[in-house]
């Protein structure tokens, strides 16, 4: 028999990860039913969230994120005692068959940890529903007493933006001499950085990652100060060797008690919360529309008349408004 | 005294380059007045749209973008006597501060020519608003007779995939020597890309971009091939010197022909309508939900307690909803 709302939530709070899994699996169900469920179990945990450091991480594929995380998760859980939820937004994984982000096997030491709970991106569907998702999850894994939430994310598109706009603090790994500055590094995104960590200083890195901090210093420099005044750090680590993940965390968590102290902390998660509630909204009505009988009969022959040239879609989104409305309720 | 959406349509069509700036700026506007005339002003340029060659480019800042765009129109206009229309999609360029994608004066040669129409990028608003008005531009400026229509973009999250989205053909610039590979190369872009043109192979370059070209075309081998059988091809070229420019427009042409030939240009065009038709959809709604009375009176206060987290956006979402829809119209 399934477990009650009500039992998931009790579950949860006590720290049963099977509840907690079980919670994130509605949560990414696109079934009405389903969401209906997640929704009450969210609304239940709401009062127990919010209390924990939410990092966004990101950087392009072959910089070493899991290897990051991993080495970040087994730093939060063995020096600090503190436990850690990995999440992932990953909305290419399914197509493109490339590695999943928040899979356990790349995160061995991790894995193994029961201060670590880590969740692979859910897959299929938009950036809009994955990202939709693990947003709820976040909530879920902090109702769930999880002090420490790691979001990483692939430097594909958009995704990015979406994580940035659910943590506390996001983090750009980059390697060391990948380009001269900022070559590579897209402007949108180095706008939404806290805190530049240079993965893979070993070796005969060394001198190459010192060099590429200086270089990334002074371009940072180069952009307009942030409203909440805090100008992103750069760092160097390697991931690998475990040298420099304590010094991450502590820019991190000196980026926290700047943005608490300013108050900016709440600020963001404000703002957080009306994209959000504005993304439900959308969300709701594209499903009011395309779900109702008036829009559904109609649908396929406007897509094919529009698909043929037919009809424009300018015409064609009027005449579907209309038959879905026809009193003109605006 | 302002002309009728006739008058301007017949202006346009007999190329008055004054009413194709006129209407573009109609396409741009948020009004809603605007909108409508907007609106009637394309219904009625339709039948004249679609000829056109449409490239779209993109590639980070430095990689000499405007360089090249005016090394390609320059060559399309005086070599090829054809008439060019730039358009660019920046949704970032009027909070920056950047460098505006589509200045003129940073496309001399091109801006004097008469067989040149040159636009920046629709400032303000979101990538939705920018994106939803360069599509029309694109389509008023086939009506008004250009046959290649350029649309740059900066390699800024969502951005590519909406410029390709409303091309035939998307080409990624590059630097020589910028990387390893496909370092620093976003995944979910690299998917979208028929053409990469390694550029500013000039002076001690040349090795270089010979090099990261036979880089580029191995790693691309790595990706599996696309529905339509078109392979992405790799040239290098110095739009400084105006060297390659030539054979990378041969390339958009021979990418043309295969796409023509196998039936795919009108299929990726009809997908690109269809998801036009969505996105058009999408924001008819939430300008309806947005200005109706009824979520207008209650919006302020249902964001601000949004905002303190008294109330969640899940349940803030479904208040709003019930309060726009009473009768429960689903």
Not at 80 to 93: F, G, I, K, N
Not at 142 to 159: K, W
Not at 169 to 181: H, I, K, Q, R, S
Not at 258 to 268: F, I, K, N, Y
Request: aromatic content about 4%.
């Amino acid at each position: 028999m399934k477990p009650s709302p009500r039992q998931l939530v009790d579950g949860l709070l006590a720290g049963d990860r099977a509840a907690l899994a079980r919670a994130i699996t509605l949560a990414e169900s696109s079934l009405p039913r389903h969401k209906e469920l997640a929704e009450e179990v969210l609304e239940r945990c709401l009062p127990h969230a919010g209390g924990a450091t939410r990092l966004g991480i990101t950087g392009v594929p072959g910089v070493g994120k899991s290897t990051f995380v991993d080495a970040l998760g087994v730093h939060l859980v063995r020096d600090r005692e503190e436990t850690v939820a990995v999440l992932a937004v990953d909305p290419s994984s399914p197509v493109h068959g490339g590695s999943i982000l928040g899979d356990k096997t790349r995160m061995p030491r991790l894995a193994s940890d029961p201060r670590a709970f880590i969740r692979p991106s859910p897959s299929g569907g938009s950036l809009g529903g994955v990202a939709r998702a693990t947003r709820q999850a976040i909530l879920l894994c902090e109702a769930a007493g999880y002090r420490n939430i790691l979001v990483e994310t692939v430097g594909v598109g958009q995704s990015e933006v979406a994580v940035a706009d659910m943590t506390d603090c996001f983090l750009l790994l980059m390697l060391p001499g990948a380009g001269d500055e900022l070559q590579g590094v897209k402007r949108g995104i180095m706008e939404l950085v806290d805190l530049v960590i240079i993965n893979k200083a070993d070796g005969g890195n060394v001198d190459r990652a010192a060099r590429a901090r200086r270089d990334y210093e002074s371009a940072l420099h180069l952009f307009p100060p942030a409203p909440h005044g805090w100008a992103p750090v750069v760092s160097v680590c390697s991931a690998q060797e475990g040298r420099g993940v304590r010094e991450a965390w502590e820019i991190v968590l000196r980026h926290r008690a700047h943005m608490q102290a300013s108050g900016w902390l709440l600020r963001r998660r404000a703002g957080q919360a009306r994209r959000w509630l504005f993304e439900l909204i959308e969300g709701h009505l594209r499903e009011a529309f395309l779900q109702s009988a008036s829009v559904r009969d109609r649908m396929p022959e406007v897509e094919a008349l529009v698909e043929t040239g037919a009809l424009s879609p300018l015409r064609a989104a009027r005449q579907l408004l209309e038959a879905w409305n026809p009193a003109g309720k605006r």
